[in-house]
């Protein structure tokens, strides 16, 4: 038993149920405080059991924490049929349908409209079980076997079967490491559809994240079967995460430690790296930033294998960063930021064009040397850890999509960060920084052929992060990302000033040239 709390076995219930022992009052208080803390605008909750089975106790304690009232007055709600509470986050409505003979009597009670925005706690609900949301959780209670303590079965219809799975892993891995008293708080969410993030702080202040990252779904086809996530070799489940977490913390480098985990259900409680930036006001902190690139070059000039351990006897092979990747990213392009942005569509041959001209200079990346590409590593991803030495103070985090591919994608993702204005003078000062580093280390080091890779992926990043902020925008109602499309704008023409893309600017000139006017439109300088 942990914290009142005792897992029964489940060879006989099926995988959308969750057996748990109460051994007395407390613990049942304890479970529906904890339970509280999953439930969100729209739940229904379904209760039942017999009497003296602790309906009263799970029901009140439980309206009491979505209340955020310790001290509130609960009555049962047996002869009013509904008790309504505001909530700091939405309306509790507490209801007890005994005296019902029917569905059809909600109607007239106004049940829809009074549970729209709210969370629904229903005792009796068989006696109007046709006309109640098919997608709730239902907890039945009873007395435990030999009349000590009661045990709750909740089991989960509809939609609620996957959470309520991921609601029980998550109190499993808690309980399991330790922070199952911990107060949970949100994080803001990051550019991604799947993934969010938890704070959880223990009593003594000391806290660690609960990454919640459940696989994802597949997507329709878009090319030869495939969707867009496989195309773009995006990670599919926490496994890439945990292995180039290992890998990272195996080379030395500040990866969050991984306290434990839930693979199936996509759960990892990890260390907090804490939130100081590498930027500030004004932009990016220099020094930081140089240290940053810094790791970069270790990170590029040690030998590193292209298959790391998840678990035992599960592997992961970090996939190539290959053509048909790098191309259905330039795409988002055509498909978003073209429509959306510029307000027009690209005729049949001009897409065709510009698919051949991307495909001209990414061919001479492929043929270059590969190394883990993170990806992603710019501001939003790097915290700054003044507590350690050396390479070690910065922190690493958001890396699961790490992929097989040239050494100078992270250095621009970087040095032309998609979130805050890098300076050209730094971004110049730091390249140099970058390549003397990377020649000291190996005199074979090609400086001529990593700045023509570094301009070519710039603009190949620049046009896919282009349409990437307008389908935030568009499609998931994110419009804030729209702020940085005049700084990445600037980037690709900046990009695309580099004689290895001369083509292409031509044609972003000709398509484009409300994004990158043609020089003999722009405007005289001063």
């Known amino acids: 038993m942990v914290n009142g709390l005792a897992l029964m076995s489940e060879q006989d219930v099926s995988q959308a149920a969750w057996i748990v022992t109460l051994p007395d009052h407390e613990a049942t208080e304890d479970f529906a405080r904890k339970l509280a803390e999953e ?17 009263t106790t799970f029901a009140r304690a439980l309206v009491r924490t979505l209340a955020n009232e310790p001290e509130l007055e609960v009555p049962s709600p047996t002869f009013t049929l509904m008790q309504v509470y505001d909530g700091p986050l939405c309306p509790i409505v507490h209801a007890d349908f005994y005296r019902l ?66 609601i029980k892993a998550f ?10 008293e911990a107060v949970r708080l949100p994080m803001p969410s990051d550019a ?21 990252s459940p696989p994802r779904p597949v997507g329709p086809p878009v090319r030869r079967g495939k969707p867009y996530t496989t195309i773009a070799k995006l990670a599919e489940t926490v496994h890439a995460f945990v292995a180039m977490d290992k890998g990272l913390r195996a080379l030395g480098f500040s990866a969050p430690y991984i306290y434990g985990e839930d693979l199936d259900a996509g759960l990892l409680l990890i260390e907090d790296l804490g939130a100081d930036p590498v930027v500030d006001e004004n932009g990016p902190i220099p020094e930081r930033y140089a ?29 190539p960063y290959d053509l048909e990747a790098m191309l259905i990213e330039v795409e988002l392009l055509a498909d978003w930021y073209v429509p959306h942005i510029i307000g027009t569509q690209l ?37 700054w850890m003044s507590e350690r030495e050396g390479l070690q103070r910065v922190g690493l985090i958001d890396f699961q999509d790490a992929v097989l591919g ?33 020649k000291a ?12 890779a570094y301009a070519i992926l710039a603009a190949q990043r620049a046009t896919k992060i282009l349409g990437i902020f307008a389908r935030l925008d568009r499609r998931d109602g994110k419009p804030h990302y729209l702020k940085h499309l005049p700084r990445i704008e600037a980037y690709l023409t900046r990009n695309l000033a580099h004689p290895a893309l001369a083509k292409l600017k031509v044609w972003y000139e000709s398509y484009l040239p409300r994004l990158i006017p043609l020089e003999d439109d722009a405007p005289p300088s001063a």
């Open 39 to 55: 439930l969100k605008a729209g739940d229904l909750v379904t209760l039942s059991g017999g009497l003296g089975s602790g309906k």
């Open 101 to 166: 003979s029917g569905g059809y009597e909600l109607v007239e009670l106004g049940w829809e409209e009074m549970t729209e925005n709210a969370i629904a706690l229903v005792e009796w609900p068989e006696r109007a079980e046709d006309a109640l949301n098919p997608d709730h959780l239902d907890i039945r209670l009873d007395f435990a076997p030999g009349g000590q303590g009661r045990v709750a079965m909740l089991t989960g219809t509809g939609a609620f079967a996957s959470r309520l799975q991921r």
């Open 171 to 180: 109190r499993n891995l808690v309980d399991r490491c330790g922070w199952s």
């Open 192 to 212: 991604s559809v799947i993934r969010s993030y938890e704070r959880l702080i223990k009593m003594n202040g000391e806290t660690a994240l609960l990454m919640i």
């Open 291 to 319: 240290e940053a690139t810094r790791l970069l070059v270790k990170l590029h000039s040690t030998e590193l294998p292209q298959v790391l351990p998840v678990a035992d006897g599960v592997e992961h092979e970090i996939p």
């Open 347 to 383: 005729s049949g041959s001009a897409r065709a064009e510009f698919l051949n001209l991307w495909t001209e200079a990414l061919n001479e990346i492929l043929a270059g040397p590969a190394t883990w590409t993170l990806r992603d590593y710019h501001s939003p991803n790097l915290i």
């Open 406 to 438: 040239s050494p100078a994608y992270d250095v621009a993702s970087l040095l032309q960060d998609a979130r805050v204005t890098v300076p050209a003078e730094l971004e110049l000062k730091l390249i140099g920084l970058y390549a003397r580093d990377r």
């Open 441 to 452: 280390l190996d005199p074979a080091f090609d400086v001529s052929a990593f700045a023509r």
